[in-house]
């Protein structure tokens, strides 16, 4: 499968912003799907994940509560909603993909090497 992610670009603090990851492939459904970032000399950080059903989703800690993980299978689409965000939020995004049980386990679904399949990135900047 191939990832493509958009939808970033400069916000103020506070403000919110809808990241897409469109993917090809007939066989979108059968991934599952997550999102990760990478700030500027940090390593790349787990923020979401969802199931190839979309009926278990999964946050980091610093974005439970402000950032909404979705899929739209029909549409070989998967979304992150993010408001309220912070300085800290700044990063690249990337979407990636698993054919791994993300269920099974808190390592399986937060470790960037368990995803096979990588979108290019998209850059988010949130200004204080």
């Known amino acids: 499968v191939q990832l493509q992610a958009s939808g970033g670009g400069l916000v103020q603090a506070g403000g919110s912003l809808r990241l897409s990851c469109a993917a090809s492939g007939r066989t979108f459904s059968r991934y599952s799907m997550a999102w990760f970032r990478q700030a500027p000399g940090k390593e790349r950080e787990f923020v979401a994940a969802i199931t190839w059903s979309g009926g278990n989703t999964y946050y980091a800690g610093s974005v439970k509560g402000r950032f909404t993980i979705s899929r739209d299978n029909a549409k070989n689409m998967m979304y992150l909603q993010m408001n309220s965000l912070k300085p800290e939020d700044t990063a690249v995004y990337y979407c990636?993909?698993?054919?791994?049980?993300?269920?099974?386990?808190?390592?399986?679904?937060?470790?960037?090497?368990?995803?096979?399949?990588w979108g290019q990135g998209t850059l988010v900047t949130v200004s204080s």
């Open positions: 990636a993909a698993t054919e791994r049980t993300i269920t099974l386990s808190l390592l399986i679904r937060i470790t960037p090497n368990n995803y096979k399949y």
